[in-house]
Nanobody, 122 residues
Framework: QVQLVESGGGLVQAGGSLRLSCAAS????????MGWYRQAPGKQREMVAA???????NYADSVKGRFTISRDNDKNTVYLQMNSLKPEDTAVYYC????????????????WGQGTQVTVSS
């Protein structure tokens, strides 16, 4: 069983930056892919970015060039650097992890964090 704890959300003005972190803990777990999803009010949850253990990344078109996902495998931690934030980036951001390499192709991630709020004011 893996536990995921996000941090780093908050309120920022449009054009600003935030860095989200997510630390995985627990026992007897194996993680390959880690990722970030978000859900805005009245909208479905969408994948923002994902990264495999080997460092391959995948981004939503809406964040390409603005967001960067990275990870520290030794610390079982994934990061999301968000630059040039827009009001439409406002959402609850969720961390996800899975033992498969590309779980978004096979039904989705198996483990989820509780979410952290990101609010971008105009």
């Amino acid at each position: 069983q893996v536990q995921l704890v996000e941090s780093g959300g908050g309120l920022v003005q449009a054009g600003g930056s935030l860095r989200l972190s997510c630390a995985a803990s627990g026992s007897g777990f194996s993680i390959n892919a880690m990722g970030w999803y978000r859900q805005a009010p009245g909208k479905q949850r969408e994948m923002v970015a994902a990264i495999t253990r080997g460092g391959s990344t995948n981004y939503a078109d809406s964040v390409k060039g603005r967001f960067t996902i990275s990870r520290d495998n030794d610390k079982n931690t994934v990061y999301l650097q968000m630059n040039s934030l827009k009001p439409e980036d406002t959402a609850v951001y969720y961390c996800a992890a899975d033992p498969r390499q590309r779980p978004w192709m096979w039904g989705g991630f198996g483990s989820w964090g509780q979410g952290t709020q990101v609010t971008v004011s105009s």
